[in-house]
């Protein structure tokens, strides 16, 4: 008996017919012949022991389950859900899910051919409806840039409801594609919605915060990465992220698999898109997204985000409670929320002014240090901290 290597890529055993197939090519009927039988089985293992030794581990491992993995085609199909490619920044940090995991698959031509196996890697879901979480169907390009997700196209299974970027930004409102509502936000948010405020944001009006104690943008950003080491590699949304200024920043960084620039003014995302098109250090293949959407309903599925920033954002949010809630439901075992607000008054405001202070801020929502700790942790987070410098805040909490 000649037996080639090479073809032995299925076993197959018929007890009621008596026949046993080595390949593809080459049946043996043996009914007759035990000890043939028993030969051709020493053979058949033999050649498997060989071939392993041939082949890595892992490409032999995944040769011999071969005929129990699904077809490849139910993989990739043009309605594919929308992906992100996870990485590791470095070897230390490993995969957060497992559906992140790089795997290693050995095709027949490989095997032939005795080449080295080719390196699959498995895409995780990223956006999700806004209405019912379901995640959402993508056709187009796979990847989180600019320009993929500008040739793309999303669709709810459920809902049956589209989504698309006709715009600067992807937007995944509920009210997305509605032509009679028009839904009106507190002034708290409209204001940034004005296509002014959006302009001066980053022209003289972010920097006016130092006066209330904040240490400006670069040491608020080493602190606030300080905070997320444990989360490099994996997916960062930077909420009511405005025109974009710390989100930039962390896909500069290079250290996230995806950055997501995330925000309800339509105008600060174009303010955002506009300042990432006039940044050189900017290509196609950064990972960075532009997305608006409403905090208190953040269109990811549960538990699919690494880290959640939110530079002075909370003061502006119409309910702070449902805010964090939503961004401990997107946010996994482990993942870590940072934000940065404006305290009520510092510790040095003299008690007497206190009170007309509340009262004259009363359209925002200023809260104290131990008023954020208990929304927190009453939302699910655990491990809370903060720094204080005068009425600047930065806190942090973690999903247990």
């Not at 033999?46 to 392993?52: D, Q, R, T």
């Not at 051919?113 to 498995?122: A, D, R, S, V």
Request: some cysteine.
């Amino acid at each position: 008996l000649k037996i080639r290597t090479t073809h032995l890529l299925l076993f197959r055993f018929c007890y009621k017919k008596r026949i046993i197939c080595l390949s593809k090519e080459i049946p043996y009927k043996l009914s007759q012949n035990i000890s043939l039988c028993s030969l051709i089985l020493k053979l058949h293992f033999s050649a498997l022991v060989a071939m392993a030794a041939l082949t890595s581990s892992s490409s032999a491992i995944a040769l011999l389950n071969k005929p129990f993995l699904p077809n490849r085609s139910s993989f990739f199909s043009s309605n594919s859900h929308s992906t992100l490619l996870r990485f590791s920044a470095s070897a230390s940090v490993r995969p957060r899910f497992p559906s992140a995991a790089i795997s290693t698959v050995a095709p027949e031509s490989d095997i032939n051919k005795n080449e080295t196996p080719k390196i699959k890697i498995e895409e995780a879901q990223v956006f999700a409806c806004p209405v019912c979480y379901q995640p959402l169907m993508r056709k187009g390009p796979s990847g989180i840039n600019l320009q993929a997700i500008y040739r793309s196209g999303f669709k709810c299974g459920q809902c049956n409801k589209t989504y698309s970027s006709k715009d600067e930004y992807l937007d995944l409102t509920v009210t997305a594609d509605l032509d009679d509502y028009n839904e009106v936000k507190p002034i708290t948010t409209e204001l940034f919605r004005s296509p002014l405020v959006s302009f001066l944001y980053e022209r003289g009006w972010r920097q006016a915060f130092k006066r209330s104690g904040f240490p400006g943008p670069d040491e608020e950003f080493r602190m606030a990465e300080e905070y997320f080491k444990e989360s490099e590699g994996g997916i960062l949304v930077d909420v009511s992220c405005g025109s974009g200024l710390f989100s930039r920043k962390f896909a500069k960084s290079g250290k996230y698999s995806g950055v997501i620039a995330l925000d309800y003014s339509e105008n600060m995302l174009r303010q955002c898109k506009e300042f990432i098109k006039n940044d050189n250090t900017f290509d196609n293949s950064t990972n960075i997204a532009v997305v608006r959407a409403d905090v208190s309903r953040l269109p990811f599925p549960s538990g699919s985000v690494d880290a959640v920033h939110a530079g002075a954002a909370l003061h502006c949010w119409p309910s702070p409670t449902n805010a964090i809630a939503e961004i401990c439901r997107v946010l996994r075992s482990g993942g870590v929320f940072v934000g940065t607000t404006f305290l009520r008054y510092s510790p040095s405001t003299p008690w007497i002014i206190r009170p007309f202070q509340s009262r004259i801020l009363q359209s925002y929502n200023y809260l104290m240090q131990d008023e954020i700790k208990d929304v927190c942790t009453s939302c699910g987070l655990t491990d809370y901290e903060d720094y204080i410098q005068d009425s600047f805040i930065m806190f942090t909490a973690r999903k247990p």
